[in-house]
């Protein structure tokens, strides 16, 4: 199995900045994507960015720009670097993990395999 904890959220006023940490435990794979997903009530998990295991990265429209996913492979480590945070960012923030390789990228929450507890981001206006 895989532990995913995420760290880092809290309350920031627009305009501001956090960084998000997604640490990753337990069974490790020599290949995997890893992905930032969100969610408020009453809505679908939202697609927010992806990285491949060789660090190619992508990001929904909403966060292009202003979002920056990374990882570290060696601490088995991801991260959301989130600036000029919006009222609309708002949200439990979800790290993901998908088994595999390739050049794909997955947008769709199901396509993930394990999943952390989550971290409430709020951005006041």
């Known amino acids: 199995q895989v532990q995913l904890v995420e760290s880092g959220g809290g309350l920031v006023q627009a305009g501001g900045s956090l960084r998000l940490s997604c640490a990753a435990s337990g069974r490790t794979f020599s290949s995997y994507f890893m992905g930032w997903f969100r969610q408020t009530p009453g809505k679908e998990r939202e697609f927010v960015a992806t990285?491949?295991?060789?660090?190619?990265?992508y990001y929904a429209d909403s966060v292009k720009g202003r979002f920056t996913i990374s990882r570290d492979n060696a601490k088995n480590t991801m991260y959301l670097q989130m600036n000029s945070l919006k009222p609309e960012d708002t949200a439990v923030y979800y790290c993901?993990?998908?088994?595999?390789?390739?050049?794909?990228?997955?947008?769709?929450?199901?396509?993930?395999?394990?999943w952390g507890q989550g971290t409430q981001v709020t951005v006041s206006s």
């Open positions: 993901a993990l998908r088994r595999g390789s390739g050049s794909y990228y997955y947008t769709r929450s199901f396509e993930y395999n394990y």
């Open positions: 990285t491949s295991n060789g660090g190619s990265t």
